[in-house]
């Protein structure tokens, strides 16, 4: 079958306090809460997905929140950083911003010609802003609270730390449509066959890196789009004859989702843009109350009351 992946479709990560999660990615990073639901695979644990105003595909950063958890160990076999667009010009704003806001490891720095602002999030993982040509056509969420000329536009890439390219360059350029378009000491960079937004990914080598571990601060895992369950289906077949072991079609509500682990341990998923984050409340409301699936719909009391207060953004603190 004739297919390719246009991008990344959502990252998700572990956060520790899920307060300072939702405050940071919102107030300060100026991201629309998109979906407040919890984690489908343990209900106790809220999930929490940023994006732009309809959180579409190659904007969506999502969080599962551990409050208390161990911080985890940035390693080889992660995303080492996890980068977002925004448009030319926009760096010095930021900069500024995230010195007011006491970012820590807040850098400008240039890499294949390209200039870059990073810092660490509220739980020290790694972020970058890349000013990019054109950025300025894509549409920002408006109500982020940072002026549109310099507001984020969804993501550019992430960088994988890998103790060997090899076996994972073959996998991305052999299996998943991904050509190298530069190359920089001990980093290779790749992009998705759509060169849109959110379709790069730059693999660090790191030969005698640690193994990462999970945590607060870690990403969990990267999930690639596709368009519908025929081509995810063939992903899927593609994918188990490379002898990765590859996960049955999960439902996640929103999208349905395959899950490998690339030979480096990325943890990969492959998810279906459709039906997409405003199938279950309208576009207006996102983000604004608890969604649950349906098969968890009848425990909402007590799945609501075991799970930490948090105030929304929009909402008055004392309200
Ligand atoms: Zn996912």
């Excluded at 999660?21 to 929490?48: E, Q």
């Excluded at 990325?266 to 405003?278: K, Q, S, Y």
């Excluded at 608890?290 to 929009?314: D, K, M, N, S």
């Amino acid at each position: 079958m004739n297919k390719s992946i246009p991008g990344i479709h959502h990252i998700t990560a572990i956060a520790s306090d899920p307060q300072r999660n939702v405050d940071f990615y919102t107030n300060v990073l100026g991201l629309r809460l998109v979906k407040l639901t919890v984690n489908f695979d343990d209900p106790s644990t809220y999930h929490l997905y940023f994006g732009d105003e309809r959180g579409s595909a190659g904007t969506l950063l999502t969080f599962f929140p551990w409050p208390g958890a161990a911080r985890g160990q940035l390693g080889t076999g992660q995303v080492g950083a996890t980068a977002f667009t925004v448009p030319e010009g926009a760096l010095d704003y930021w900069e500024d911003r995230m010195q007011k806001q006491e970012a820590a490891f807040l850098k400008r720095q240039w890499r294949f010609d390209e200039e870059i602002l990073t810092f660490l999030d509220s739980d020290w993982m790694p972020l970058e802003l890349v000013a990019r040509p054109g950025a300025d056509a894509l549409a920002p969420w408006e109500g982020g609270g940072i002026p549109l000329e310099y507001a984020i536009r969804g993501f550019d890439g992430v960088t994988m730390w890998e103790k060997d390219l090899a076996p994972s360059l073959d996998l991305l350029t052999g299996t998943m449509g991904f050509s190298i378009v530069g190359e920089d000491g001990p980093r290779v960079r790749l992009q998705a066959a759509a060169d849109g937004p959110a379709s790069l990914v730059d693999l660090l080598q790191l030969p005698g890196g640690q193994r990462g571990r999970h945590g607060p601060g870690t990403v969990h895992h990267v999930a690639w789009r596709t368009p519908d369950d025929a081509e995810q289906q063939g992903w899927r077949e593609d994918v188990a004859k490379l002898g990765l072991r590859v996960t049955q079609v999960i439902d996640r509500q929103y999208f349905r989702s395959i899950y490998f682990r690339e030979p480096g341990g990325v943890l990969f998923e492959i998810a279906t843009d459709p039906p997409g984050m405003d199938w279950d409340e309208p576009v207006e409301a996102l983000g604004s109350r608890l969604r649950l699936p349906t098969w968890f719909e009848p425990r909402r009391e007590e799945i609501e009351a075991a799970l930490p207060a948090l105030t929304l953004p929009g909402n008055p603190r004392d309200g």
